[in-house]
């Protein structure tokens, strides 16, 4: 299976959130899942597999085991990305232009916006002769553009210039008499322009996932941070093998680049929610959870800073990472990062044995890094985890670059994970239950 053409055409299939969710979806029910809805009762039996989304943003997709359940086997990823969220169809105060209005969404490289062609993703909520429903679109066309200002009207701007996002960053939409965004977009559903009542939507930009290098060493693609590890990990949970005592559990947030304090964010209540009904599926008392609960570990899956060719000196001198290394396990003192020396070593020993390279990155002492979706989801589930990622370039740029090995080896990893057969036997030991000719385990 090629990962990376894989993973490509899901960059391509997601310029939004709820884009993002839709094709994980598609993808788990052509491997046999159940959609569940969070309104409905849940019959689902030992063995048996589903999912279910929140708010249309993330999604939460287990295998049931075939006999007692023990732990939960989870990896986490997000759907969201640095963009631009529009407010409405357009802004005034510049005669002869139409602009939308639009306000900034996570923290981005501004001018790696402007000069690029855009169009708009997301979901509009339309009347119906019933209530009120949802439907997603995707502009598929060149668009729209944030114009950058002449060098010769700011001669200075190579020395460095601030881009406000109400004042510089504000996109053009047309001219003067142009069709408006809600025409277009009621053209597109195929309403009237009267039935559309509210929308989240969102700009992204139309470049298309790329393979770069002479011996194609790098790929090219807006949304790769972290849209390439919702897919790796993605692929490893689809091909890992069951383990009858092990329930396993593939995690999509939205909300990582605000902070995640959304009922469909990691802060939210969605998986702590999902554990406690599958617990009782499996007709699991409260002891009984708490216990399952004690013995499970989770991937928190988000990408790292690569070493950069041209200022390597912003990396730490040491802990380094570069694309086609393996995978990154992400480390840092004040806990940004969930990683311990025990859930290190853990998933260190699962790679090896899977032949998977891993690396180790942490931030300069003196450069604090970024949060991830591990030390809050932490907060809802008190597991084990390791922060785990795919060294990348650009990050938060409207464009990013990253390793062409690196998907296939994070998927490889994640599907050892789920397939591993280890058990937490005391606080702070792991047993490996892989029988040797001596019939004796490996102990971490």
Known sequence: MNTLEHLMEYIEKSPSPYHAVRSAAELLEGAGFSRLEET???????????????????????????????????????????????????LSGVPGYIRLETEGYGGMNRSSWLDRPLTVA?????????????????????????????????????????????????????????????ALLARELQVEEGDILSHDLMLYPRQRAVVLGPDGEFFQAPRIDDLACAYATLEGFLHASPLPHVGQIWCLFDSEEVGSGTRQGALGSFLPDV??????????????????????????????????????????PENRVYPNRGVVIKKNANQSYTTTGLTQALFAAICQ????????????????????????????????????????????????????????????????????????????????????????????
Not at 283 to 306: C, E
């Open 275 to 316: 554990l406690e009904r599958l617990g009782d599926l499996l007709s699991l008392d409260g002891q009984g959870k708490r216990r399952a609960l004690a013995g499970s570990f989770l991937l928190s899956a988000d990408n790292g800073h690569a070493v950069h060719p041209n200022i390597a000196e912003k990396a730490d």
């Open 40 to 90: 409905e009762p849940w019959s689902l039996g030992p063995g048996q597999s589903g999912y279910v989304t929140r708010d249309q943003s993330s999604l939460i997709a287990f295998r049931l085991p075939a006999e007692s359940l023990e732990s939960w086997r989870m990896t986490a990823a997000h759907s969201d990305t640095p963009t631009f969220r529009i407010k409405s169809d357009c």
């Open 353 to 444: 044995q899977a032949s998977v390279p891993v690396q180790v990155f942490a931030n300069r002492a003196d450069e604090p890094g970024g949060s991830t979706l591990g030390n809050l989801l932490g907060r809802m589930v008190s597991v084990p985890m390791v922060d785990i990622g795919m060294a990348q370039l650009s990050m938060h740029a409207a464009v990013e670059t990253a390793g062409s090995q690196d998907p296939a080896w994070m998927a490889q990893a994640c599907a050892a994970f789920f397939s591993a057969d280890f058990r937490r036997t005391a606080d702070g030991c792991y047993q490996f239950q892989e029988v040797n000719e001596r019939h004796d385990t490996q102990e971490l």
């Open 122 to 182: 997301g979901r509009v909520a339309v009347r119906t002769a019933r209530g009120v429903e949802t439907r997603l679109i995707h502009i598929d066309r060149d668009l729209l553009t944030i114009p950058s200002l002449a060098i010769h009207q700011l001669r200075d701007v190579n020395k460095g210039h601030e881009y406000n996002l109400q004042k510089d960053m504000q996109p053009l939409w047309g001219l003067e008499g142009s069709p408006s965004l809600t």
